[in-house]
């Protein structure tokens, strides 16, 4: 060993002998107790630290994995209808526009559309979620339109703010 390694070891035995003087001095009864005692703390280390949390990914795996599955799924569906969407070619201006037109129509008075060229601002105020999502998807199939801009918060009557869509127009 080196100086310093000596000299570390020399340290360290120092302070353990007062320990060892104590371990010498219990009876053989009381040395095998506190060996249990140990061997005791260490099957719950290992327990608490390598096995529980082992088996609590084990148990929780099926259930996140059948999440998952169902997150993927309904991913594909979305992935599926866009692709749909993209391959029917694009409605004539006035078919799209009176699709656009009908489907706001639906919303009352709580949504007023504004027609600005290729492009449609829907603004809303008090509009529930499931009418500005039955909305949207009304829009993406009847009037083959995109949403490209939206801007809404939540209040206490429901959604308000504005949703800007292009009409994908064709001759």
């Known amino acids: 060993m080196s100086g310093a390694n000596a000299a570390t070891a020399s340290g360290i035995a120092a302070k353990l002998a007062p320990l060892r003087a104590r371990w010498g001095a219990l009876s053989p009864r009381d040395r095998s107790m506190a ?15 390598g096995l529980q949390p082992a088996l609590r990914t ?5 259930v996140q994995i059948a999440a998952l ?4 799924q309904a991913m594909q569906r979305l992935a599926s209808e866009a692709s749909e969407l993209k391959a029917q070619p694009p409605l004539p201006a006035d078919q799209a526009t009176a699709a656009l037109k009908a489907a706001s129509d639906r919303l009352g008075d709580r949504a007023r559309l504004a027609l600005q ?9 008090g509009l529930g979620g499931e009418a500005l999502r039955g909305w949207l998807s009304e829009v993406r199939a009847g009037a ?24 994908g127009t064709g001759s």
């Open 35 to 49: 060996l249990l005692g140990a061997g005791v703390l260490a099957a719950y280390a290992l327990w608490a630290v």
């Open 58 to 62: 084990l148990r929780q795996a099926p």
């Open 69 to 72: 599955d169902a997150e993927m």
């Open 117 to 125: 060229g290729e492009r449609a601002v829907l603004t809303f105020n």
């Open 144 to 167: 083959r339109a995109r949403p490209v801009e939206a801007q809404f918060a939540r209040d206490a009557q429901g959604f308000a703010g504005s949703v800007t869509v292009a009409l």
